[in-house]
């Protein structure tokens, strides 16, 4: 946000803040030890709104949940965006102080009054007018989000919507007020801190930037590429232009977590050379030319990882990983020897100091004081910093300290795939609570939670609409494949919405129906929103699509 | 639960805490104001049994374990809630307190088979506890009814901590509470049900609190019946879980190579010691290659 990528603020703001917006998330299965710091805020009076198309365990607990149709929250924050302006909410000084872009803005959301926005989300005027009252009003207040609003193919505008409503409030800067991503995995903030993303070295220092670059290059001994690099799914574009031919491929399952499972699948197989480095034969080693079996982070492992609130904390190694299973990090140095570059020392320690000594907002985190300390959380430029609970606080600088904070003008777009005669339910995809993305890990614990079947979830509606029994197993139909699945009726959800989630892909392959289209800045797919069909078994499959 | 923190006008934390102070077993000392008498003696380097108070918990003032004398106070006081005040003067290992804590040590074992409880047999000494005086608990059988813990109520002693664990000091879920009345109060679910038909959520929260072993992990209650079960060879290991993006500290607890059990710091500002089904259970893929 603003430069940084990183969530804003601490759980421990979240536990002592006024107003919570929940948008995207479904915190309370998701993020369950997140959701304790919500409900010690509750506890003392605050008040969770929760923006969920479904209803869930998390909207139990809100004062009001606000269920837009998929793919309508930019219509619903600039909503929320002109009831501030009309109503005398925002917070004028913040705004010519910190920000930049408040009058564009303004004009932008001039069109989406509380009615225009119910017309397009199907949140009632009334609601969203309280919501925005709760928020502008509040001493203190939090927005945060999570895959709702990331995975979706304009994933970036949805973000900027909910930062905007901060910008226009105030509500970031200072204790209890934030913008703040739920991350969905354990590091993959962590990742992004270590420079695993496309554009950015460690520490989010720009790849592009010549003197920059130049650094790493004298502190490593070798020459970096000059232009960013390829995310995922412009890796997956590169192998259909037949430009990427080779895939090294760490902890990650994409033959199964990726949307549009069938093209992802034909592309890993051709491929001139897959090497894949897992805990397990997954579906993608399977696919593999090379399998490298690797140590478990957990509890095999020496290393770090970042939180949501940027905290770095140590892994520790407790056992030792199984015969013929190796660390990471002995694995990559292994792997640079006989590429011909010596990596050197290589133990989790002294690479932990290289990536301080690279990165400033890391450089005062030593092991010994992440130890002392229990994690620090970033920026922490040296050793005698205490690590920083909320980022930004430059913003209430009188003047102002740094460049402004935009806002940024965006304007709603519907999901890709529009529902139609042909397709007409609308497939958001989730995860429940003890079980985590393709299973690999989640499913190996006996859970009493986990219902013997994966099921495609509707609407008790929807079962009269198409004419199915609950249990009947039906074909689920995208344009890009088809799965059976067997029905179950949630009343939680609303007509025309179908949940499904990717936990046991062996039994229901959910990713063969979801749609890849992607945010070119994020490269997250658009799991949330694909068009379906489901056909009773006994009518024929008209055409096999995908393969 | 943490009391709303003051800020300076750039909210950033600043401690503005009292200092109160009081005597304890002859020493002075000064701690800070919202301390409870347990926070202070342990400052001292006191070891105060206790059974039913938890850092991350509400005090229950259930057990009486923890009792001391407070000068001028007409009872003996739970050290474990009772908040320090200028010029207290507490004995902590008085003739009176000795009785106390001894009876209550004595009744407890009449009543609950307190032998999984850690430390109670070095407190039974301490004291001069008889364990047997007023007679023996009476056999109860363990429940047994899913695949991650076990409740075995024989060792219950009612402490209420697991319900409030399930309840609103940490969880929220609020599937168990205390049912019937006098001797016959025990701890369930809604209507008796086995755990998988109720609310829960299987977080183990209730297990990671519970003093007396009574709330069990199946590895731990299997190795415990097969009399393998050596804390003395086990090691507890700090790390961070491998699934969301939380980040829940959690610490790992082994013997002979293998995880036998998985609990959080109560100090950890993430979890406050409590962690979901995932952190808690989830750990079994890694035996599994």
């Known amino acids: 946000m603003f430069g940084a990528g990183g969530g804003t603020s601490s759980y421990r703001e979240v536990g002592e803040t006024d107003v919570v917006l929940l948008w995207g998330s479904n915190a309370r299965e998701t993020h369950p030890i997140f959701f304790h710091h919500v409900l010690r805020a509750i506890d003392r009076g605050a008040r969770l709104y929760v923006i969920d198309p479904r209803k869930t365990p998390s909207t139990a607990w809100a004062t009001r949940h606000l269920a837009p149709h998929v793919g309508t929250d930019i219509e619903l924050a600039h909503a929320v965006a002109h009831v501030l302006i009309h109503e005398g909410l925002v917070d004028e000084t913040f705004i010519r102080r910190a920000t930049a872009g408040f009058e564009d803005f303004k004009a932008s959301v001039e069109r989406w009054t509380p009615e225009a926005a119910e017309a397009a989300t199907s949140v009632p005027a009334a609601l969203i007018r309280e919501m925005a009252r709760d928020f502008g009003r509040a001493d203190r207040a939090m927005i945060c989000w999570t895959l ?57 220092q720009d790849v592009e930037d010549d003197e920059i670059r130049a650094r790493y290059e004298r502190a490593w001994g070798a020459t970096i590429p000059p232009k960013k690099g390829w995310h995922l799914t412009d890796q997956l574009h590169a192998m259909e232009r037949r430009e990427l031919r080779a895939l090294y491929c760490l902890g990650e399952n994409p033959a199964q977590s990726e949307a549009d499972a069938h093209r992802v699948r034909k592309l890993l197989r051709e491929l001139d050379h897959l090497v894949v480095q897992d805990l397990f034969l997954t579906k993608t080693a399977e696919l593999a030319h090379v399998v490298l079996p690797a140590a478990a982070s957990l509890g095999e492992s020496e290393g770090t990882v970042t939180n949501s609130e940027r ?53 005062g985190m030593s092991y010994a004081r992440l130890e002392a300390l229990g994690g620090i959380q970033w920026p922490c430029p040296d050793e005698t910093h205490p690590g920083t609970p909320f980022l930004h606080d430059r913003l209430w600088a ?41 299973g690999v890990q989640s499913g190996a614990f006996a859970s009493p939670l986990r219902r013997a079947l994966e099921t495609i979830d509707l609407a008790p509606q929807d079962l009269v609409r198409f004419g199915v029994r609950e249990g009947e197993r039906v074909r689920v139909r995208s344009r890009r494949g088809a799965v059976e699945a067997p029905v179950r009726a949630d009343p ?25 289209a992607t945010d070119p800045r994020a490269g997250t797919a658009e799991f949330k929103a694909a068009a379906i069909c489901i056909e009773r078994l006994d009518v024929p499959l008209q055409s096999e699509p995908g393969e | 639960m943490a009391a709303g923190s003051p800020t300076d006008p750039t909210g950033r934390l600043v401690t ?18 919202g301390s409870t008498i347990l926070d202070a003696a342990k400052s001292l380097g006191i070891d105060t049994p206790t059974l039913c108070f938890a850092q991350n918990l509400t005090p229950a003032n259930a057990c009486r374990v923890c009792v001391v004398e407070l000068e001028g106070a007409r009872t003996l006081v739970p050290s474990c809630a009772r908040r320090v005040e200028p010029g207290m003067v507490v004995h902590t290992d008085s003739a009176r307190v000795r009785d106390a804590r001894r009876t209550v040590l004595e009744l407890l074992a009449s009543s609950v088979d307190m032998s999984a409880t850690p430390k109670f047999a070095e407190w ?31 060792k219950c002693m009612l402490c209420y901590k697991c319900v409030e664990a399930c309840g609103d000091d940490a969880q929220h879920t609020f599937a168990i509470a205390v049912a019937g009345r006098g001797a016959h109060a025990t701890i369930a679910t809604e209507l008796d049900t086995p755990l998988p038909d109720s609310a829960c959520v299987f977080c183990g929260n209730c297990v990671g609190v519970c003093p007396t072993g009574a709330l069990q992990f199946r590895a731990e209650h299997e190795l415990r019946e097969a009399d393998a079960w050596d804390e003395s060879r086990q090691s507890q290991i700090d790390t961070i879980c491998p699934y969301c993006g939380v980040g829940c500290s959690l610490t790992l607890h082994v013997q ?9 710091p109560v100090g950890s500002e993430v979890t406050h010691g409590h962690l979901c089904v995932k952190g808690r259970f989830g750990f079994e893929y890694l035996g599994k290659r």
């Open chain 1, 148 to 204: 709702g609003i990331t995975e979706h193919h304009d994933a970036v505008d949805n973000v900027l919507s909910l930062i905007n409503l901060a910008l226009l409030t105030g509500h970031v800067g200072k204790w209890g007020s934030g913008v703040n991503p739920l991350r969905g995995q354990n590091n993959v903030q962590g990742g992004g801190d270590a420079g695993a993303l496309p554009h950015k070295l460690p520490g989010f």
């Open chain 1, 311 to 363: 905290r770095v904390q140590r892994l520790r190694r407790a056992v030792p990983p199984p015969m013929g299973a190796r660390d990471d990090i002995w694995i990559i140095a292994e792997l640079s020897k006989r590429l011909g570059h010596d990596l050197g020392t290589t133990h989790a320690e002294a690479i932990w100091d290289e990536m301080r000594a690279l990165s400033p907002m890391h450089r």
């Open chain 1, 398 to 438: 009188e003047p102002r300290v740094g460049p402004p904070a935009p806002f940024h003008v965006v304007h709603p777009e519907p999901p890709v795939e529009a529902l139609t005669p042909e397709y007409p339910l609308r497939l958001t995809t989730g995860r429940r609570l003890s079980d985590y993305n393709t």
């Open chain 1, 492 to 516: 939680r959800l609303p007509a025309g919405l179908a949940f499904m989630t990717l936990h046991r892909p062996e039994q229901v392959d959910t990713n063969l129906l979801t749609i890849e």
């Open chain 2, 16 to 33: 503005l805490r009292r200092k109160v102070q009081l005597t304890i077993d002859g020493a002075t000392l000064s701690v800070s104001e």
């Open chain 2, 124 to 154: 039974c000494e301490r004291y001069g506890a008889r364990p047997t005086r007023f007679g023996t608990p009476t056999p109860r059988p363990v429940v047994d009814d899913n695949a991650l813990f076990v409740r075995d109520y024989a």
């Open chain 2, 256 to 264: 002979d190579e293998r995880i036998v059990k998985v609990t959080s």
